[in-house]
């Protein structure tokens, strides 16, 4: 098994363990964890360099002066109030 997310957090793992005294098993679990969220973000970095897409999109690219009914606080307020996925992209911020 490539557990690179698992290899990449185990030294800064170890200390956190050490100062918040973790048992075994919440310790392994924090491991797993990041391993998860490594796969997780390396899967949406391939799905979207496999979307081959034009320009980036961003909230902050939107243009408002047009008259689509777009409403530029709605929108902002929206965005932060979207919970990340981990500390990485979350699938909902993809428009």
């Given at each position: 098994?490539?557990?690179?997310?698992?290899?990449?957090?185990?030294?800064?793992?170890?200390?956190?363990?050490r100062?918040?005294?973790?048992?075994?098993?919440?310790?392994?679990?924090?491991?797993?964890?990041?391993?998860?969220?490594?796969?997780?973000?390396?899967?949406?970095?391939?799905?979207?360099?496999r979307?081959?897409?034009?320009?980036?999109?961003?909230?902050?690219?939107?243009?408002?002066?047009?008259?689509?009914?777009?409403?530029?606080t709605?929108?902002?307020m929206?965005?932060?109030?979207?919970?990340?996925?981990?500390?990485?992209?979350?699938?909902?911020?993809?428009?």
């Amino acid at each position: 098994m490539k557990l690179y997310g698992m290899a990449q957090s185990l030294m800064g793992r170890l200390a956190d363990a050490r100062q918040a005294e973790l048992t075994h098993a919440e310790f392994v679990g924090l491991l797993a964890a990041d391993e998860q969220a490594h796969r997780d973000c390396k899967r949406l970095r391939r799905l979207l360099r496999r979307a081959h897409m034009k320009q980036d999109a961003s909230l902050e690219n939107i243009d408002y002066r047009r008259s689509r009914g777009l409403n530029v606080t709605s929108h902002l307020m929206e965005a932060a109030s979207v919970p990340l996925n981990r500390g990485h992209f979350s699938e909902s911020l993809l428009l």
